[in-house]
């Protein structure tokens, strides 16, 4: 008898199963993650981003560099990659019509670059919202008569 699990266990511990295997979990992932690849590569953007401007502004007011800060941009990427992930999850299972992915992405997106300006600000001394909203007309709310 033992030598019958032995056999069964031979054959799923040979090479050509795992990398039939993980061919094939492979596939499914990456055919899950293609439609959502450019979402999760903005937000990958984004957060380096964020992570340049934040050390020059922490530079410009004198504060110290340190891995915390490091990892909090890693760990933001990875908690935006699990959101990205998931909302596309509940978007193919219970939303197929409504682009819930396309707008938590927005929101994701919408943040860091907040904070991207908000840092070019303290390094620069410029507010782009502000000198946007001088430069193009449209952007600032008018008055009615």
Known sequence: MIHYYLNVLGKY???????????AALAVFLSFMAPIWPFVFLAFVLVLADLFSGIQAAKKRGQKINSRGLFRSLEKFALYFVVITVAEHMRVIFFPPIPITQVVSFGICVTEFFSLVENVETVT????????????PGLTSKEKD
């Open 13 to 23: 511990a040979s090479s050509q199963y795992w990398q039939g295997f993980a061919a």
């Open 125 to 136: 001394g410029v507010n782009i919202i502000r000198r946007l909203k001088q430069i193009i």
